[in-house]
């Protein structure tokens, strides 16, 4: 992969504000990027790893192809999700080019920064998977653990129970109480027949 023989393609992700929308099309035109060649995505936050722009944009290119963008920031706000994306490009032969932040896969330095932004991404990972080990242990040793609360020996319960020893039906119960059919029967017992 030396260099870029396809289309440029552009990007353009806009949270809010027409301004930042204008600039990043300006940098497009100075990169020589055709206004039939750019996907866009309107006040969709980075967060999302899924935008109908940049979904369409990803599967319209072709090997070749250069996807050109403001800012890195615009695929994604997670260095994780950028070197992902970034990988999957450059696996396919689509090179990437970021005008602010100087970045262009199709050399040897684009490259070398590409690896690097892998190597943060992966680091980040392995510190949010520290953290989390680390908080759901502080959280056990604090007695709390995780998941949906059970309902157990409450009013609740008690109530279901004296309403199911009476004789009433499970739907009816739950519908007097507001809880799912499933939630009686996990927080009651059968009645005994007889009694």
Not at 13 to 31: F, I, M, N, P, Y
Not at 44 to 59: C, E, F, H, N, Q
Not at 100 to 105: H, I, P, R, V, Y
Not at 151 to 177: F, M, W
Request: charged content about 25%; proline content about 3%; cysteine-free.
């Amino acid at each position: 992969m030396t260099s870029s023989t396809g289309t440029r393609i552009g990007y353009v992700r806009v949270s809010t504000g027409k301004q930042d929308e204008q600039l990043q099309h300006d940098a497009l035109d100075g990169a020589k990027v055709l206004k039939r060649n750019r996907y866009t995505d309107h006040g969709i936050s980075g967060s999302k790893t899924s935008r109908p722009g940049l979904d369409a944009m990803l599967a319209d290119v072709e090997p070749g192809d250069t996807i050109v963008v403001y800012k890195l920031d615009r695929i994604g706000r997670s260095t994780a999700h950028v070197a992902s994306l970034l990988a999957d490009l450059t696996e396919r032969g689509v090179f990437i080019e970021s005008i602010s932040d100087g970045l262009n896969s199709s050399t040897l330095t684009g490259r070398a920064m590409l690896q690097m932004l892998a190597i943060f991404a992966e680091m980040e990972r392995s510190f949010i998977q520290e953290r989390t080990v680390a908080g759901l242990a502080a959280a056990k040793a604090q007695g709390r653990v995780g998941g949906r609360p059970r309902k157990g020996d409450t009013a609740l319960s008690r109530k279901a129970q004296t309403l199911r020893d009476g004789g009433h039906p499970v739907p009816e119960i739950a519908k007097t109480l507001e809880v799912s059919a499933a939630t009686i029967y996990r927080i009651t017992k059968a009645p005994i027949q007889g009694q």
